[in-house]
Structure formats: C-alpha cells, structure tokens
C-alpha cells in the first residue's frame, strides 16, 4: 500500500512558539492532503483540506491563523501550529487519498504535540 | 452537516467472542464507507465499501453495507487479544475525498 509519512512524531514545546508538522506522501503524488486532530479517547477530527497550488479549505471553527498549512509541493504539506497553547495539545494526523478520485485514504502516522 | 455515529462506544468480550460493531451514517453525496483499526498510532485501513450487500471479508474479519438503512456493520469472529483497538467508521462524500469520521468503539478483548 501507499506509504505516508509525518515528521516530527513527537514535540515537546513551551507555550508562545510556532511548531511545525511535515506530511509526505513517499511513494504518490498527492494534490490533496487532508489534516486533522484527535484528543485523548476522541474520534478524528477534519481540520483543514490542504490543497497543492492553492489556499488550504478550513473546516467550520479552524482558525486559519493558527494553524498554518502549506502545500508545498505534490509529496509535501505541512501544518504550522503558531503561538502553541497546551490547549492545542492533541495528536495531529494527515491522510493522503492515492488519486483524486480515489476513496482510500492513507495515513500518516501521527504527530503528538505537547505544548507546555 | 453530515454525521456519522458508531455504536457501542465501547466494548469488552473475552477472547474467542463474536462482535458486531455498528456504523450509521447521515450524509449528502455519499460515496464510500470505510473502517479502520487504531491502536496506539494513526488509523490502519481495513474495508472500504461502496456497494449494498456484498460482504467484505479479510481473515477474521469482515463487513457489509446497507445503503437503503444507512448503515453498517464490521464483524470479528473468534476475537484475539490482537483485535483491541479503536475501531473507526468514516464516510467518503463529495468530490474532494474528504472523510467524516464517526466516534469510534473502542474494543477490549480480555483472556
């Protein structure tokens, strides 16, 4: 199967500094890459559509502002999580589908951001 | 706003049960649904189905749809240990691949 993955798999960082999460797709292009965040005992959450060539789509109380996303490339979108707050605490995943038209989606294997 | 609901929200069985775990959903523009495993990391794929009726089937494990009720069900027969996890149902709608994920059953197998 197709092979997703995120970068760091775990942070550590103080409240006020900007984190930033890699997601790559290795063996596909992706024009699109979805991320989300999961707390403790929660279900996934869609955060936001990043999407190659154009502006990130911004599920409904996702501030933009906060969490940037850049699609840099076909095999590379990050998530910067700027200003951290422990609130902000959470696993954050990316899920790449293989086409556009393609239902299955593939996961990374997650970043777990502690934020002091 | 399209929603996705699981059911149990948990469970715990002993090694050798049958579960069925349930997935109903309510959605604009539907394409697929699929379930996933999650243990300690980020969702493992395990079905994806698109057609009412035909069942699914991998090892143990196996699933049908039933797109006239909304719903779905993953079955796992003579469980393992192996098979406690998190166990997500998301639904594929629209254009974009975009995935709404339901609660999850998170399932405890116990010798």
């Known amino acids: 199967g197709a092979v997703v993955s995120q970068h760091p798999s775990r942070v550590i960082c103080k409240s006020g500094t900007s984190v930033k999460i890699e997601c790559r797709s290795l063996?596909?292009?992706?024009?699109?890459m979805f991320w989300y965040r999961q707390f403790p005992k929660k279900s996934l959450m869609l955060m936001a559509t990043?999407?190659?060539?154009?502006?990130?789509?911004?599920e409904q109380g996702v501030e933009k502002d906060k969490f940037l996303i850049n699609h840099a490339s076909l095999t590379l979108s990050t998530l910067t999580v700027t200003s951290a707050h422990p609130e902000d605490s959470s696993f954050y995943i990316c899920?790449?589908?293989?086409?556009?038209?393609?239902?299955?989606?593939?996961f990374g294997p997650g970043t777990r951001l502690t934020v002091l | 706003e399209d929603k996705v609901v699981q059911s149990p929200l948990s469970l715990v069985v002993h090694e050798g049960d049958t579960v069925t775990l349930n997935c109903s959903y309510e959605?604009?523009?539907?394409?697929?649904l699929l379930w996933y495993k999650q243990e300690k990391k980020a969702p493992t794929f395990l079905f994806m189905l698109?057609?009412?009726?035909i069942e699914k089937k991998s090892g143990r494990l196996s699933s049908i749809l039933d797109k006239k009720e909304l719903f779905s069900i993953l079955n796992i027969t003579a469980t393992q240990t192996g098979d406690s996890a998190v166990y997500l149902c998301?639904?594929?709608?629209?254009?974009?691949?975009?995935?709404?994920f339901g609660t999850g059953t998170r399932l405890q197998v116990t010798l």
């Open positions: 990043s999407n190659e060539g154009s502006k990130a789509t911004y």
């Open positions: 063996d596909f292009q992706a024009t699109t």
């Open positions: 698109t057609s009412s009726g």
């Open positions: 998301a639904v594929h709608t629209g254009t974009a691949s975009k995935l709404t």
């Open positions: 899920s790449a589908p293989r086409t556009r038209n393609n239902n299955e989606q593939f």
């Open positions: 959605v604009t523009n539907f394409r697929s």
